[in-house]
């Protein structure tokens, strides 16, 4: 484990969510996981044997999973962001993590099944954000924000001014 992990916090599904980001990412593993004893103080869904704590890794980044409860729930306040190499990397991330219940939202945003916001950057929009032309890069937020799912021959367009 990283000195500093992210804890994500479920109600339940810690397990079936760290074991779907390993799976989705194909960079990652799981590691130790905690599970709630026999003589477990907490009501349901938190019964003996449930995973309380799953540790795992993505692309070298340790995260923690934890069943808290519903207590809270995630926000569009933290994300997590991934940069993506082209296109294919970016629709089979999108198409994942918004299947079975995730929903595409503005800007290149998601959310997954468990409601954990997710921002799918292309590698071709951080390259035209440095590039120092202000109309340029204008023309591409401006496509940026018409987009749900992020279309890079789209914004590409848009950075060199032509018309799609």
Same mark, same amino acid.
């Given at each position: 484990? /990283?000195?500093?992990? +992210?804890?994500?916090?479920?109600?339940?599904?810690?397990?079936?969510?760290?074991?779907?980001?390993? =799976?989705?990412?194909?960079?990652?593993?799981? #590691? /130790?996981?905690?599970?709630? +004893?026999?003589?477990?103080?907490? +009501?349901? +869904?938190?019964?003996?044997?449930?995973?309380?704590?799953?540790?795992?890794?993505?692309? #070298?980044? $340790?995260?923690?999973?934890?069943?808290?409860?519903?207590?809270?729930?995630?926000?569009?306040?933290? $994300?997590?962001?991934?940069?993506?190499?082209?296109?294919?990397?970016?629709?089979?991330?999108?198409?994942?993590?918004?299947?079975?219940?995730? /929903?595409?939202?503005?800007?290149?945003?998601?959310? =997954?099944?468990?409601?954990?916001?997710?921002?799918?950057?292309?590698?071709?929009?951080?390259?035209?954000?440095? $590039?120092? =032309?202000?109309?340029?890069?204008?023309?591409?937020?401006?496509?940026? /924000?018409?987009?749900?799912?992020?279309?890079?021959?789209?914004?590409?367009?848009?950075?060199?001014?032509?018309?799609?």
């Amino acid at each position: 484990m /990283s000195k500093i992990s +992210p804890c994500l916090w479920f109600n339940g599904h810690a397990e079936e969510a760290a074991n779907f980001y390993v =799976d989705t990412f194909k960079d990652g593993s799981i #590691g /130790s996981i905690g599970r709630y +004893p026999e003589d477990n103080p907490f +009501p349901a +869904p938190f019964a003996a044997g449930t995973a309380m704590m799953v540790e795992f890794t993505l692309f #070298g980044q $340790s995260y923690q999973a934890l069943n808290g409860g519903p207590e809270f729930t995630f926000s569009e306040a933290i $994300s997590l962001s991934v940069i993506c190499k082209d296109q294919a990397e970016l629709d089979g991330y999108f198409n994942a993590l918004t299947a079975n219940g995730g /929903s595409p939202q503005p800007c290149g945003w998601l959310k =997954d099944r468990f409601g954990l916001s997710w921002q799918l950057v292309p590698d071709a929009f951080i390259r035209m954000m440095e $590039s120092g =032309d202000k109309a340029a890069i204008g023309r591409a937020m401006g496509a940026v /924000s018409q987009m749900s799912k992020l279309d890079i021959a789209a914004i590409e367009a848009a950075f060199a001014g032509e018309t799609v």
